[in-house]
């Protein structure tokens, strides 16, 4: 969902504080040059719920109160303009409002944020989700040539999919033993260090190298793997478990091997 183009707004004076759509335009500036692209595309998505329920109200009309009752619209929405939101998506919702507020004080748009009165909603324990040898044994043997050197990859180093997605055989050191990853979640590069199943999947994708990406179709990064996901999960007989969950797979195994994390 895009967030609502702003259609020529009545720039705001000195007397009067400026609209939500008005500040957004200025804070969706500051966002694209101080936050990371997929956050960016997240926050545009969240905007427009935003303005979808407060309108275009000036800034010092967003009350605790009106934000409490966008809570629990979000939480209740039904309809497929508006569907009723997780907790964790609404909270992340609040926490644009929050951060869009925090930035008008820091540029004396307004003097309170109405965030500061208004509680996060309470999430849910992370899942905790791994599979056991015999699930990789069968998911391994159920998905297709293209997919399992992901899978294997993502369980032998704990990598985000999106670090491996994006993962360049420039990052790679010579010898296969590690690689900085510079596309991280935090944006902070680090660098990890492969274990000898890890250097073989390197291996095996250098035997099909075809452009910069380790892991790729027709010389090109994957981008969606949903698909083929789902199928392989099916035929090995795996049920609520996601590719994010291998890297709960990594880390349980060792745990389980005496391995201090």
């Known amino acids: 969902t895009r967030a609502p183009a702003p259609s020529s707004p009545t720039a705001p004076t000195p007397d009067r504080t400026p609209t939500l759509r008005e500040f957004w335009t200025r804070y969706l500036r500051y966002a694209e040059t101080n936050k990371r692209a997929n956050t960016v595309r997240s926050n545009k998505a969240a905007f427009a719920q935003i303005y979808r329920f407060f309108g275009d109200a000036p800034l010092d009309a967003i009350t605790p109160e009106r934000i409490e009752e966008f809570k629990t619209a979000r939480r209740s929405a039904p309809g497929r303009h508006a569907p009723r939101m997780s907790t964790s998506g609404v909270n992340r919702e609040l926490e644009l409002l929050k951060s869009m507020f925090n930035v008008a004080i820091r540029w004396g748009v307004v003097s309170a944020n109405p965030m500061r009165a208004v509680p996060m909603l309470r999430e849910s324990p992370p899942r905790t989700r791994f599979l056991t040898r ?104 795996i049920h609520d478990f996601r590719f994010h969950d291998l890297r709960h797979t990594f880390a349980s195994h060792l745990v389980m091997r005496g391995v201090d994390i």
């Open 134 to 237: 015999d699930e990789i044994d069968r998911l391994l043997f159920s998905a297709p040539p293209r997919l399992a050197p992901l899978i294997k990859f993502a369980i032998y180093t704990g990598m985000r999919r999106g670090e491996i997605f994006g993962l360049k055989w420039t990052d790679v050191a010579e010898n296969g033993a590690s690689a900085r990853l510079s596309r991280t979640k935090s944006g902070d590069a680090r660098m990890i260090y492969f274990s000898k199943p890890a250097r073989d999947v390197l291996e095996e994708m250098r035997d099909v190298a075809d452009g910069p990406y380790v892991f790729h179709h027709d010389g090109k990064p994957y981008q969606y793997i949903a698909k083929a996901w789902r199928r392989a999960l099916r035929h090995a007989g």
